[in-house]
């Protein structure tokens, strides 16, 4: 049936054999499908993640109570690039699906950080959504201070300002509380730039004059 695509199909014929044949020499491995379909044909990471467990849980000793082990200690890495690979395929909704699933559930990881960072890279990127965007950035300042993610996020809030919705006012806001926040940090020399420069005409920056000669 999984062979046809027939998804929902297959997943019946496995809860028929684990309910009938539960101790059969097969239902460790039909337990450990079930999450495999839930996880890579369904994308759904709570359902599949239960069914992870529950084949250490009815089969300890089998070697897919080995397997899903190893999968729940991994499994934050595996939602986050699951999330990045489902963006490389335009799966939009499903990518960021991923992604916050991992910050709701996994708030202490640290790619929890790296997932929010993924979400305002979408909306700004991908669906040029910059309302959603700066949100998105701002939940990293509030909710992971101190994470690697943190100043890039608020550079980007003011670049949107800046460059995007050209709101200088808010842009100088968010850019000198880059720099009281994070005055050495690699991108503040183009913080700095930024401001000297807010507003003003292409033309009117010596430094890009040669961009339009």
Known sequence: ALADNQVEESISHLKDLLSHHENDSLSSKAQYKLSVIYLNWKN??????????????????????????????????????????????????ESISNCSYLVENYSDHPLSAKA????????????????????????????????????????????????????SENAQVEYNSFLQKYPDHELTPSVKFELDFIGKDINDIPQLKHITS
């Open 44 to 93: 759904d990471l709570s359902v599949g993640l239960n069914a992870l467990q529950q084949t250490i849980e009815k089969y300890p000793n089998s070697k897919h109570a080995v397997q899903a082990t190893k999968e729940i200690e991994n499994f934050p890495a595996w939602v986050f690039n699951k999330a990045e690979s489902l963006r490389r395929r335009k799966d939009i909704k």
């Open 116 to 167: 929010q960072y993924l979400i305002g890279d979408i909306y700004m990127n991908d669906q040029r959504n910059f309302d959603l965007a700066i949100d998105s950035y701002r939940k990293i300042i509030n909710d992971f201070s101190g994470s690697k993610q943190e100043p890039h996020a608020q550079f980007m809030i003011g670049y949107i300002y800046a460059n995007v919705l050209d709101d």
